[in-house]
């Protein structure tokens, strides 16, 4: 049986920062669920663009070019190649749209990449 996917449920579900998890599919793409606080690590996605968009909190996409300011209910795509890095200086709920095996990380690697889990 189809059900809605519920975002405050599936984010009542996990407290770990920068962790991504799957809560939906669209053809080839994953939608996810993070909580952010704090800066991430610069970076780009070569191959595919990445949407953000703020479920509650702050988030500030910083860009090369200038900063990108998101409040709840607000949406950014990053274009693909262009480097970015997420921050949020209070804890902040996002939902995250790119094609699915997309590493947090894009090109940099290192101790913060991970995997999205499925959260069901």
């Avoid at 991430?40 to 949407?51: G, P, R, S």
């Avoid at 968009?53 to 709840?72: A, K, W």
């Avoid at 590493?103 to 290192?110: M, Q």
């Amino acid at each position: 049986m189809a059900e809605a996917v519920n975002l405050v449920e599936k984010l009542a579900q996990f407290s770990d920062l920068w962790s991504q998890k799957k809560v939906a599919a669209l053809n080839d793409y994953d939608v996810k669920l993070a909580k952010v606080k704090g800066e991430f690590v610069w970076h780009t996605h070569e191959d595919t663009d990445e949407l953000f968009l703020v479920v509650s909190g702050r988030l500030t996409i910083q860009l090369r070019d200038g900063d990108v300011v998101l409040e709840p209910g607000e949406l950014y795509v990053v274009p693909r190649g262009v480097e970015h890095c997420p921050l949020a200086e209070e804890e902040t709920a996002i939902l995250l749209l790119e094609p699915a095996g997309t590493l947090n990380t894009g090109d940099v690697g290192g101790p913060r990449t991970k995997a999205a889990e499925n959260l069901g």
